[in-house]
């Protein structure tokens, strides 16, 4: 079996870097063993955390993977897009100078080539970590190639020429998902980009459409306007990042308002057509209305689909096309030999819940375990800017359960460090169960939200109360000083009229 070959665009320093590590042409695989305590399909993070952590307990492991290790996040995703992202905010902060005090002679202006080629020289220099070679060195046995489910404990690998036989005791499902893209008529033959794709190029689209206004869109969309492309986004709900609470989706919706990215709700997309260079997206609007959006590329956000095509029929796994393989609490399949984590079977499509899920599965999988992927407390973060961050139940999924909860908000136009930082449109919101201080969710929107929700999600592992947070002292002046101002705000509905009699009435005595 040799390796099959792959191209990563453009062809560079940096991506020669990356192609060496994550799928390195001259990768000559290893004897099979006789038989494996767990092979895993799939090498982005659920897989790389299920096989390094298998074998450093002891285990022997197999890591198949048909393209690039590290899988969406470190390729596609995460990585780069975060890269990207910074540029863009450098680019906001300059314009944003003058209202600071801070002057330039002449209009900044982005060098999108640059962006990008820095872009790919972190990405090479992260790719170290998630490489062919650290993997064996850790122990794991990798095999680079198509790999489908061959027989009851087999595996069967493809690769540029050849098959190899993987045998198991149990074997792990990680092949994570990729880009959904909508059938609308045209979209095929007009071309367009991905996640997959968009962090290929090297010249900035002047004018770009982007389909969806989910967090992939949403980021994108944002990153390429600061960045000098003209965006327009189509999105078929009433505001952006719909999954998100209204207050903190209307934060976000306002900036890009006021960016200069325009925002075409409600919409449908019905066909693409493409004249030239040029494609334009015909839409009509929930009124009934129709438009047309001309531009030089497309780029499609439209959700994940699972990555399900390796022959699970034969094996007993059950799943569906969009939602993936379906899998217990504790992560085992329809065939308990088979077990799953990642984004090919959670709803929570994340880097940080595909580490977690794959921590479940290996102690599922290979020592009897009963953990559960729902006692995970799973936050999130979309990096718009603001970000807004998450974690626990929204006001309306506490509804939905029937729980009553008690709303606290603290604004940042209250807290002196945004004042002074001039980022004031955000707020910390906590939610916790009507009367208690106990914390079942939380929002943070703010400049850096996803570095502040840390401190609510440890309250909610650790069963911290927001009334104890009041206790916790922050340095002055911080945003983060938000949350134990939420915790002064508990402490004071204590307070109760007959509290206070009680207080003054000792106070007047011991005068």
Not at 141 to 154: C, E, H, I, K, N
Not at 398 to 418: K, L
Not at 458 to 478: D, E, F, K, N
């Amino acid at each position: 079996m040799t390796t099959p070959t792959i191209e990563i665009l453009p062809r560079d320093e940096h991506n020669a870097r990356l192609l060496a590590n994550v799928h390195p042409p001259d990768w000559t695989p290893p004897r099979p063993a006789a038989r494996y305590n767990l092979v895993v399909i799939g090498a982005g993070t659920a897989g790389l955390v299920t096989a390094a952590g298998a074998a450093g307990l002891g285990a022997k492991v197999a890591l198949v993977e048909r393209a690039l290790m590290g899988g969406d996040c470190l390729n596609v995703g995460c990585v780069p897009s975060k890269a990207v992202i910074r540029s863009s905010r450098e680019m906001a902060d300059v314009g944003a100078g003058a209202a600071l005090g801070v002057r330039l002679p002449g209009p900044a202006q982005a060098d999108f080539a640059a962006v990008m080629a820095r872009m790919r020289q972190v990405r090479a220099r992260l790719s170290e970590i998630d490489s062919a070679h650290r993997f064996r060195g850790l122990g794991v046995d990798v095999f680079l190639g198509d790999a489908r489910f061959s027989g009851p404990d087999t595996v069967t690998v493809g690769g540029g020429s050849g098959n190899t036989t993987l045998r198991f005791k149990k074997a792990v499902i990680a092949t994570g998902a990729r880009a959904a893209v909508p059938p609308v008529p045209g979209l095929a033959e007009a071309g367009y980009l991905t996640n997959e794709t968009v962090f290929s190029l090297t010249e900035r689209p002047a004018r770009l459409a982007v389909l969806g206004g989910g967090p992939i869109g949403c980021e994108l969309a944002q990153a390429f306007a600061r960045l000098g492309s003209r965006v327009t986004l189509l999105h078929t709900g009433d505001h952006l990042l719909n999954r998100e609470d209204d207050d903190a989706a209307a934060i976000v919706q306002r900036g890009f308002e006021a960016e200069g990215v325009a925002l075409v709700l409600r919409a449908t997309v019905e066909r693409v057509e493409r004249a030239g260079a040029e494609r334009t997206v015909h839409y009509r609007t929930a009124a009934g209305a129709p438009g047309a959006v001309a531009a030089d590329a497309i780029l499609v956000a439209a959700g994940r689909a699972p990555n399900v095509d390796l022959g699970l029929e034969a094996v007993g796994v059950a799943y569906d096309p969009q939602t993936g393989v379906v899998v217990d609490d504790r992560l085992r399949t329809t065939n308990p030999r088979i077990y799953a984590c990642g984004d090919v079977c959670l709803d929570t499509k994340f880097t940080h819940a595909a580490d977690f899920s794959a921590r479940v599965v290996i102690q599922n999988a290979l020592f009897l375990g009963r953990k559960r992927v729902s006692a995970l407390t799973m936050p999130w973060c979309t990096y718009t800017d603001p970000e807004i961050a998450h974690v626990g139940l929204y006001e309306r999924d506490a509804r939905a359960r029937g729980i009553e909860v008690d709303t606290w908000i603290q604004r940042f136009a209250d807290v002196d460090r945004a004042v002074l930082d001039g980022e004031e449109d955000g707020f910390v919101k906590v939610h916790t169960r009507k009367g208690t201080d106990r914390i079942v969710g939380a929002t943070v929107v703010a400049r850096h939200a996803g570095e502040m929700l840390n401190e609510l999600t440890l309250a909610m592992v650790a069963g911290v109360g927001l009334g104890r947070i009041a206790s916790v002292i922050h340095p002055y002046p911080t945003q983060a000083d938000a949350i134990r101002k939420l915790g002064d705000q508990y402490n004071r509905t204590r307070l109760t009229p007959g509290v206070k009699r009680a207080f003054t009435t000792w106070l007047r005595w011991t005068r």
